[in-house]
């Protein structure tokens, strides 16, 4: 196998998966039902300001309504849970994400908590949580969901492989590992306090690395023929670079994802997927 061809065409995975969803919502619209997102993001960051924009671009291409609500930074709790309510209570709404991250005075748990579960797009709430844990996938959050179907359609196989995951976030380690788990891996999750990473790392068989480092995995840390996915997005002099050191990593790895054109292109498009599932569920 090339190098060229070990770097896992996530941009052909995505405009396939792009085509079922496509006549789900011509289903949809056909039915007077026509999805809509509404997204709330309270915080400065520029990174945040750039996935959004990706999001409504996504949305538009396929037809799905998108609106979104930028605070300002003397925004309060009860403004957003008043927020979050109507959109609640409005039926012309389908999906509502928070952007993470929220800005520093804020009770992240509270407000993600404040979301109904029947329109919580980013499975990120207590119940759609839980039932991720129980096996029971209602609605998976959007980066997860994006690494499983990555995966799968590099015909990778999950039973007894060893998973490792580097990085704990609510949003992507916690939720992958338990996704990993509940397809028979066997999973180890690594943190910045983990002592001796590249003791696990070099021992998985998939590797899934969201830990926010550029280029912190190198081809010294990785396993002969695994299957690496790799989930930072850095912004380093002017350039976005993941957690893998992609060219390095190479010459011992199968499949990798790149990044940009890697993980991100999922992320958004399983955020659309999950709108239509959602309103599906009802
Ligand atoms: N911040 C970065 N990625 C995401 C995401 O997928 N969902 C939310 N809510 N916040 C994010």
């Known amino acids: 196998m090339t190098n060229e061809e070990k770097i896992i065409d996530v941009k052909k995975i995505v405009e396939e998966r792009k085509e079922t969803l496509k006549s789900k919502i011509d289903t949809l619209k056909a039915k007077n039902i026509f999805p809509k997102l509404c997204v709330i993001v309270a915080n400065n960051e ?154 696990y790392t070099k021992d998985a068989d998939i590797l899934v690395v969201a830990a926010g480092i550029p280029h912190m995995i190198t081809r010294d840390m990785v396993k002969e023929n695994s299957t690496i996915i790799d989930v930072g997005i850095n912004r380093v002099n002017g350039k976005i670079i993941g957690d893998v050191d992609t060219e390095s990593v190479l010459s011992v790895a199968k499949f990798v994802t790149k990044v940009p054109g890697g993980v991100g292109l999922t992320t958004v498009l399983s955020l659309a997927e999950n709108i239509i599932e959602l309103i599906e569920k009802e």
């Open 46 to 199: 520029e990174a945040s300001r750039s996935y959004v924009k990706n999001k409504r671009k996504v949305c538009e291409e396929l037809g799905i309504i998108y609106e979104d609500y930028f605070l300002k930074e003397n925004v309060t709790n009860d403004d957003i849970l008043k927020l979050i309510s109507s959109l609640n209570n409005d039926n012309s709404v389908h999906g509502i994400l928070v952007q993470l991250p929220l800005f520093k005075h804020l009770n992240e748990n509270v407000i993600l908590e404040k979301i109904s579960e029947k329109k919580d797009v980013d499975g990120l709430t207590i119940n759609n949580l839980g039932k991720l844990f129980i096996s029971n996938n209602y609605i998976l959050p959007c980066t997860p969901k994006g690494i499983i179907s990555i995966l799968e359609s590099v015909g990778e196989t999950f039973e007894g492989k060893h998973a490792v995951i580097v990085g704990r976030s609510n949003i992507v380690g916690k939720p992958i590992a338990q996704l990993l788990l509940n397809k028979n891996c066997t999973v180890t999750i690594c943190h910045s306090k983990t002592k001796q990473l590249e003791k």
